[in-house]
């Protein structure tokens, strides 16, 4: 297994007289982007082998996910020690629904690994009571000690987890009706437009900032745009994820044509 070094170009933010830096690797493809990204997770399951993952889905995590399993078939990485948090589920979705995001995780990483399932964690999209559901996620991210890594990926619109562009930034676990741009965005995973649920459970932008690390994968040209908005524009809930610049340990691994209108 070789871990990437780091000496990624470091963006520095002021805001009055404190320095945040944002570190922001620039892969050549989807490829090195996913084998850089499962490095940083490596390391964070190496140095601390019972740590908290908080873990994302999307179509661009999965080559971080082949990456970590490849390794740990070699026998480079252990990750029965390891408890993890997902983001966000599909408010509707039984867990064996072939959309559900624990369906997802459990292909595409969870059953390739020597993870504890019962140390796996994803909101119950089957519960109706959304106050209840949100309430009881909030309290297991508290009880097992908060995010050590939380990986990230980064919607269309800025979204990251669910939590879609508002006019104030959610705090805790929450559910949250879909924007239209994110179903169209997600319609190709589905039959129809139609099947596409139009409410989820996510963790909020307070608990995603609470992670002690931030990780955040972005490829294509379409990201391109969103991601300048992300790194350089003002801090605004319209572009939830550009709140990650006032995070004290986040990292950033792009595409070049993600970071195609970047000036970097």
Same mark, same amino acid.
Not at 123 to 142: L, M, Q
Not at 176 to 189: C, G, H, M, W, Y
């Given at each position: 297994m070789t871990l990437w070094k780091s000496g990624a170009p470091q963006l520095l933010i002021m805001y009055g007289k404190v320095a945040i830096i944002m570190k922001i690797y620039k892969a050549k493809d989807y490829d090195e982007l996913s084998r850089k990204a499962a490095s940083i997770i490596a390391s964070q399951v190496l140095m601390k082998p019972d740590c908290v993952l908080g873990l994302a889905t999307g179509s661009t995590p999965i080559g971080t996910y082949k990456q970590l399993i490849e390794w740990y078939n070699k026998g480079d990485l252990d990750f029965s020690g390891v408890k993890s948090v997902n983001l966000d589920e599909y408010r509707g979705l039984t867990r064996d629904n072939d959309q559900s995001y !624990? !369906? =997802?995780? !459990?292909?595409?990483?969870?059953?390739?690994?020597?993870?504890?399932?019962?140390?796996?964690?994803?909101?119950?999209?089957?519960?109706?009571?959304?106050?209840?559901?949100?309430?009881? !996620?909030?309290?297991?991210?508290?009880?097992?000690?908060?995010?050590?890594?939380?990986?990230?990926?980064?919607?269309?619109?800025?979204h990251?987890? =669910?939590?879609?562009?508002?006019?104030? =930034?959610?705090?805790?676990?929450?559910?949250?009706?879909?924007?239209?741009?994110?179903?169209?965005?997600?319609?190709?995973? =589905?039959?129809?437009?139609?099947?596409?649920?139009?409410?989820a459970y996510t963790m909020g932008i307070q608990t995603i900032m609470q992670a002690k690390k931030v990780l955040m994968v972005v490829s294509g040209a379409d990201k391109a745009d969103i991601l300048k908005q992300v790194i350089s524009g003002p801090v605004t809930p319209h572009v939830p994820a550009s709140i990650l610049q006032m995070h004290p340990d986040v990292t950033i691994v792009a595409d070049e044509a993600a970071l195609s209108k970047c000036d970097l």
């Open positions: !624990y !369906y =997802f995780m !459990y292909n595409n990483l969870f059953k390739h690994v020597n993870i504890d399932l019962a140390r796996t964690n994803i909101p119950d999209g089957t519960e109706p009571d959304s106050d209840k559901e949100c309430a009881r !996620y909030n309290n297991v991210i508290k009880e097992i000690g908060g995010v050590d890594l939380q990986l990230l990926g980064l919607g269309h619109n800025g990251i987890g =669910f939590n879609e562009p508002d006019d104030t =930034f959610a705090t805790l676990t929450h559910c949250v009706d879909l924007q239209p741009s994110t179903i169209e965005a997600n319609k190709r995973f =589905f039959a129809s437009i139609d099947d596409v649920p139009k409410q």
